[in-house]
């Protein structure tokens, strides 16, 4: 017993060592770890003591690993809160880290159903779809789908051009000068081709989701945003 406790803490020891090694910046994103071989030489452990410790950082999605070429760094999470006021933007501003978010399609479609009722609008309506592909320190975070009235906001689409594709200020040029968060719901699911791709993940990887129902000061619902997110980047803080 007192040898498995010993082990324990060993392998404790280094993953906490590793791990802050790693949140200080030491590890460069991608940059290798040392091998299990180095990590037991160096700690004066057993291989398999060196293998837990660098197994509890892949859970942590502090690496990764693969199969005969090692471990990976795959970077820090920010913490990303969910609260009556979500903006991207404002989420990362403290972090003194270069913020931006790239256009990759914005159209017009037939509304599915599901945002038809959600923006309590007719089914018969039309509403811009907007994909954004938002980004801290040129890191992939997150892809958003907007959906918002095209009636309602018939130049969004300019005016989001006009704004740095700041969802936030194309509100504003729209006389939205100020919207809440009405309900958030939050998932995870296996990754798709376009996410892995845009993301940064691999294939078969996970991502986070939420489906979240934005509105005005009158309470009106004036977005439906659909966000998938790189999980090894982000930890939600619900507030």
């Given at each position: 017993?007192?040898?498995?406790?010993?082990?324990?803490?060993?392998?404790?020891?280094?993953?906490?060592?590793?791990?802050?090694?790693?949140r200080?910046?030491?590890?460069?994103?991608g940059?290798?770890?040392?091998?299990?071989?180095?990590?037991?030489?160096?700690?004066?452990?057993?291989?398999?003591?060196?293998?837990?410790?660098?197994?509890?950082?892949?859970?942590?999605?502090?690496?990764?690993?693969?199969?005969?070429?090692?471990?990976?760094?795959?970077?820090?999470?920010?913490?990303?809160?969910?609260s009556?006021?979500?903006?991207?933007?404002?989420?990362?501003?403290?972090?003194g880290?270069?913020?931006?978010s790239?256009?990759?399609?914005?159209?017009?479609?037939?509304?599915?159903?599901?945002?038809?009722?959600?923006?309590?609008?007719?089914?018969?309506?039309?509403?811009?779809?907007?994909?954004?592909?938002?980004s801290?320190?040129?890191?992939?975070?997150?892809?958003?789908?907007?959906?918002?009235?095209?009636?309602?906001?018939?130049?969004?689409?300019?005016?989001?051009?006009?704004?740095?594709?700041?969802?936030?200020k194309?509100?504003?040029?729209?006389?939205?000068?100020?919207?809440?968060?009405?309900?958030?719901?939050?998932?995870?699911?296996i990754?798709?081709?376009?996410?892995?791709?845009?993301?940064?993940?691999?294939?078969?990887?996970?991502?986070?989701?939420?489906?979240?129902?934005?509105m005005?000061?009158?309470?009106?619902?004036?977005?439906?945003?659909?966000?998938?997110?790189?999980?090894?980047?982000i930890?939600?803080?619900?507030?």
């Open positions: 017993m007192a040898l498995a406790d010993n082990a324990t803490k060993a392998w404790r020891r280094i993953a906490g060592e590793l791990a802050e090694t790693i200080a910046g030491s590890y460069e994103m940059s290798g770890l040392p091998t299990t071989v180095e990590i037991a030489t160096h700690y004066k452990v057993h291989r398999h003591t060196a293998s837990k410790a660098l197994h509890y950082l892949r859970e942590q999605g502090l690496v990764s690993v693969e199969q005969g070429r090692g471990s990976f760094v795959r970077g820090v999470r920010y913490p990303y809160r969910l009556e006021k979500v903006s991207f933007r404002k989420n990362f501003a403290d972090t880290l270069a913020v931006s790239r256009l990759i399609e914005v159209l017009t479609i037939a509304i599915p159903s599901t945002v038809a009722q959600a923006l309590q609008i007719s089914p018969n309506s039309s509403v811009w779809r907007i994909v954004l592909l938002n801290l320190d040129q890191k992939a975070i997150s892809l958003s789908i907007h959906y918002l009235s095209a009636q309602k906001f018939s130049d969004f689409a300019q005016k989001l051009k006009n704004n740095e594709n700041s969802i936030s194309a509100f504003q040029a729209c006389g939205v000068d100020s919207y809440q968060r009405k309900s958030t719901k939050i998932s995870a699911r990754a798709t081709d376009e996410e892995y791709l845009r993301l940064d993940l691999s294939e078969g990887d996970p991502v986070l989701t939420t489906e979240g129902i934005d005005d000061v009158d309470l009106n619902a004036i977005q439906v945003v659909e966000t998938s997110f790189n999980p090894n980047r930890q939600f803080v619900v507030d």
